[in-house]
């Protein structure tokens, strides 16, 4: 089984550096199996990299109103919710690849979004508190999910 873990954002847009630094921790941990993408987001290029893996996991920031730090998780079968996912520079992002790989019945078998919800996106390295607190949790997500699909070998 081909699986992919890809870290959305921008390290140097504060709360957006999230993805990143979840695919940073998750590629250290060197799991068997698992390929670990750090992307900057942009919605074509992004349906070009999850093809051909049969389980593939997003990790991104979201700008919903939610408190700095929740986090959501969401099955690619699923409506995705594209009002949550900030498309920065791009008119093309995460959401939207997702709605329309569904559409063109291109979504890998088994998809899993999990977004931190961010607070500050200005220019900067620093990541609010409260959104590096889930950074944790983020990381047993994706390995729990990956580990309990019903696909694994």
Not at 140 to 148: D, E, G, L, S
Request: include cysteine.
């Amino acid at each position: 089984m081909k699986v992919l873990v890809v870290g959305i954002g921008h390290a140097f847009r504060r709360d957006d550096g999230i993805g990143p630094l979840v695919a940073e921790r998750l590629a250290a941990m060197a799991l068997d199996g698992v390929e670990v993408l750090i992307h900057h987001g942009e919605g074509t290029d992004l349906m070009t990299r999850w093809r051909g893996y049969d389980l593939v996991v997003l990790v991104d920031a979201t700008l919903s109103g939610a408190a700095a730090g929740t986090v959501r998780s969401w099955d690619g079968a699923e409506p995705l919710p594209t009002s949550c996912f900030a498309k920065t520079s791009h008119v093309f992002g995460l959401a939207e690849a997702v709605e329309m790989a569904r559409l063109l019945g291109d979504l890998p078998p088994r998809l899993r979004i999990i977004g931190i919800e961010g607070a500050d996106f200005s220019p900067g390295q620093t990541i609010t508190p409260s959104v590096l607190e889930s950074l944790d949790e983020v990381i047993m997500m994706v390995v729990a999910f990956i580990r309990t699909n019903p696909h694994s070998k």
